[in-house]
Each structure stands twice: as structure tokens, then as C-alpha cells.
């Protein structure tokens, strides 16, 4: 096993850095906003908790994250929510109960590939559909797990990611519900990873595949993105309220009391004061929400005034751009024929940080990289805090010269003297 793509960029940027060269750091997906003072204020609160606690997590957090989800039109009950450090051991606990072959949309996020192939096993990647991304194209997926029963493998749960990293882009209602049917259809469980739900820019309403196959979803959420506590670790996962749910919520919990026995005390107690959605917190959300959708969409379209092609992000802090329209200069000036030969020219040659596509399970010679945007919302707490509450985030003088910076260098790259 290799350090995660995500975590290894972080540290060449703090390599980097040590050395006294400058860097844009637009490789790593951490919110990149300061926590809440009355999220500090519980964590303060609850620090002398300091038994194991129940394997599942305590009655408050569950009931909290049962009233999260049930706000957001998916009836839920404390008994169907199991807690963890991070949304990131529940989704391998949850694939470990689910046994057998994983099918992955194509792009997905690194440590789905890798947690399949921990549990010795490659994944089944499929194509999302043209312009989406986070979900496998229903019929590809069809064709691709019956080809693959055929060989003898045995495929058993699908992972979508709503909204999507590393594409940015949230799934349609009719590809979300065509993804349903099929694995109804073909008899998948569904792990919907929802983990940047709250961070859809425009309102409407959200794709969730437990509305449409409620026997059969597993819905993980955490703290760690719309309040940007990665580093605190505590997530949630929800389980069918059928046989099945029952079933993959009591092998979970018993992997969690072998692997990490319960959830942090004081993070449970943190987190089952966020998912009750507390108004200042509602409207802290609201904010970040404003700071990732201008910041992303202008780092857009600097990729797209370079010459990518790049859909407009709809959630998260990331961007997905191609570099295909420029491959033959790509080609003939930096000798740059894969996405991992461009992230690294961007990287040695401009100092700037994203991940190719391959990491993400993308063909490794489209010139596909995901840039991660928070890493120029300030350098410290009181630059981010300022650029969180503004109305004009990308005015901000230092995310505006970032941003400025990074348009530099990708005309240096991509239209060389
Ligand atoms: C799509 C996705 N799922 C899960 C995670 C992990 O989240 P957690 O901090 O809850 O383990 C991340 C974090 O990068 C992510 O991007």
C-alpha cells in the first residue's frame, strides 16, 4: 500500500515550502476554513469524556444524525446510524461487509479504488455519464457487471459520490435514478457518499439515491467537509431500514469494535450538536458554500480562458479540467503525454500542485488533473475568516493574486514563449 495520492501532495507542498520555494497548493481537499467557535466551545465542553463509549457512538449523535438526514427528506431513525472516525472507515468497513467486487464510477475519489484493492480486489470502473460525474452510467454499469459475473467475478456494491469528487459536478436526477434501477436490477448495494451534500452551490433538490433505492443505500456523511474538521475525524453512515441494512449495519459495527472500538467522545458530542443544525451553524455553512462556488468557478475558468475544456463546478472545491485541446503543444513543448507527465511539469517547472487523473482512475494519457481550490483561501486563520464572510471572496487581495498567478502559469504552460 502507497500513502493516498491526496495525502503525498500534501506533503511535497510542505517540502516544497521548507526549501523557501512558493508553491500553489491546489493538490490537497481540505476545506480550508476555521472551525466554528461553538464547535470549539463543545469539543472544550466534552473533553473530560474520556471513556470508549459505545461501539456505535452515542444516543445523541445518532438521534443528531438521524434528525440530519431525516431534515433532508430521508426518514431516518437513530437505530439505522452507526458512527466513526471519518466517513473514510465506514465506507471500508461497509465494503468488507459487503464482500465481493466493488464497481466504481470512472473518475472516483482515490481511496475507494484503494480500500477495494486492501480487501484484495481490483475495482470495476465505469464510465459516468457525458458531462456528469460521481455516478456510473446505468446501462455501461449493467453490461460491465454482467460481463463480469460471466467471468466469474462477483460484483456487490456500487460507490456514487454526490456531489463528486474529483469532477465537481453533482449527478442528475434521471442518472441517479436510472443508477438506482440497475442496481436494484442487478441486486448492488449502493453506497452513496454524500460527504459534500451541503456544499451544492445552487439550491434545488438533491439526487439521493435512498430516495429511490431506500432498501438498498448506505448514506455516509461527516464533519469534515461542510465544517472543515477533517482533522477531528467523525463521520456517520446510515443503513437501510430492511433486512439487508441490518445485516451490513451489525458486520460494520463489529469490524469498528476490532479496528477503532468507538468514535472519539468529544468529537461525538461536537457532532451531535452540527447535526442538529443549529442556526449560526446553518448560515456558517451557507457562507463556506458562497466561498467554495465563486472560488471554484473562477479557478474554472482560468483552465477554460488557458484552452481546457472544464464543465463548471456545482459542489465541493474542486475542478476537474482536460487539457486535450492542447496535447499536441502540450506534446511538442514539455513532452507531455499522460496526466501524471502534466501534473508534474506543473509542479517542478511551475510550482503549482493538483493531482493527475490517473490517480483518480482516469486512462492514464488523458490529460485530465483535479485541482483542489481551497489551498489559496489565505495563509492563515484571519485571511480565511475574512475571505469565508466576505460577499466578493475571489476580491480578496491574495486569492485574487492567486488566482492571477495561476492564470500566468497556465499561459506559461500551455503557450511557451
Ligand atoms: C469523496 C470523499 N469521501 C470521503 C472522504 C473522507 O472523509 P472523512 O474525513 O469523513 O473520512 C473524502 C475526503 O477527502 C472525500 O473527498
Redesign the pocket.
Do not use: A, L, M
Given at each position: 500500500m502507497t500513502v493516498s495520492a491526496?495525502l503525498a501532495a500534501n506533503e511535497a507542498i510542505a517540502e516544497r515550502r521548507a526549501a523557501g520555494e512558493e508553491v500553489l497548493a491546489l493538490g490537497f481537499?481540505e476545506a480550508g476554513i476555521p472551525v466554528h467557535p461553538l464547535l470549539r466551545q463543545r469539543l472544550t465542553q466534552a473533553a473530560g469524556q474520556i471513556s470508549y463509549g459505545p461501539v456505535a457512538g452515542i444516543d445523541a449523535a445518532r438521534e443528531a444524525a438521524a434528525g440530519y438526514w431525516t431534515r433532508r427528506a430521508i426518514p431516518t431513525g437513530a437505530e439505522q446510524v452507526l458512527l466513526g472516525p471519518?466517513?473514510?472507515p465506514l465506507l471500508f468497513a461497509l465494503l468488507h461487509a459487503a464482500g465481493g467486487d466493488v464497481v466504481l464510477p470512472k473518475p472516483a475519489?482515490v481511496s475507494y479504488a484503494a480500500q477495494s484493492q486492501l480487501l484484495g480486489r481490483d475495482p470495476i470502473r465505469v464510465p459516468v455519464p457525458e458531462g456528469e460525474g460521481g455516478v456510473p452510467d446505468a446501462d455501461a454499469m449493467d453490461a460491465a457487471v454482467r460481463e463480469a459475473r460471466r467471468a466469474g467475478r462477483d460484483p456487490r456494491i456500487v460507490i456514487v459520490?454526490l456531489p463528486d469528487?474529483p469532477t465537481g459536478r453533482l449527478a442528475s436526477e434521471q442518472s441517479v435514478k436510472a443508477l438506482c434501477e440497475a442496481a436494484r436490477e442487478l441486486d448492488l448495494i449502493i453506497a452513496a457518499?454524500e460527504?459534500y451534500r451541503d456544499l451544492v452551490f445552487e439550491p434545488g433538490t438533491f439526487p439521493s439515491p435512498a430516495a429511490w433505492a431506500p432498501e438498498r443505500t448506505v448514506t455516509t456523511t461527516?464533519l469534515?467537509k461542510n465544517y472543515a474538521l477533517?482533522g477531528w475525524?467523525v463521520?456517520a453512515a446510515r443503513f437501510p431500514d430492511s433486512p439487508l441494512g441490518e445485516r451490513l449495519r451489525e458486520s460494520v459495527r463489529g469490524t469498528a469494535s476490532e479496528l477503532w472500538s468507538s468514535t472519539p467522545m468529544p468529537m461525538q458530542h461536537a457532532a451531535a450538536y452540527a447535526w442538529s443544525d443549529p442556526q449560526e451553524l446553518v448560515e456558517r455553512v451557507a457562507l463556506a458554500r458562497r466561498l467554495h462556488g465563486s472560488v471554484a468557478n473562477a479557478v474554472a475558468e482560468a483552465f477554460s480562458e488557458a484552452g481546457c475544456e472544464v464543465l463548471p463546478p456545482q459542489g465541493g472545491f474542486y475542478v476537474w479540467p482536460d487539457f486535450e485541446p492542447l496535447r499536441d503543444s502540450l506534446a511538442a513543448h514539455w513532452g507531455i503525454a499522460t496526466s501524471a507527465d502534466l501534473a508534474r511539469v506543473l509542479l517542478e517547472r511551475f510550482g503549482v500542485v493538483v493531482l493527475p487523473g490517473s490517480a483518480f482512475g482516469d486512462d492514464p494519457e488523458r490529460l485530465t488533473v483535479r485541482v483542489a481550490v481551497t489551498g489559496i483561501y489565505g495563509e492563515n486563520d484571519s485571511e480565511r475568516l475574512a475571505a469565508l464572510v466576505s460577499r466578493q471572496p475571489v476580491e480578496m487581495p491574495w486569492i485574487s493574486e492567486a488566482l492571477d498567478g495561476l492564470k500566468e502559469k497556465l499561459q506559461a504552460l500551455t503557450a511557451p514563449e
Open positions: 491526496t481537499g471519518g466517513s473514510k475519489w459520490t469528487n457518499d460527504i461527516s469534515s477533517g475525524r463521520g
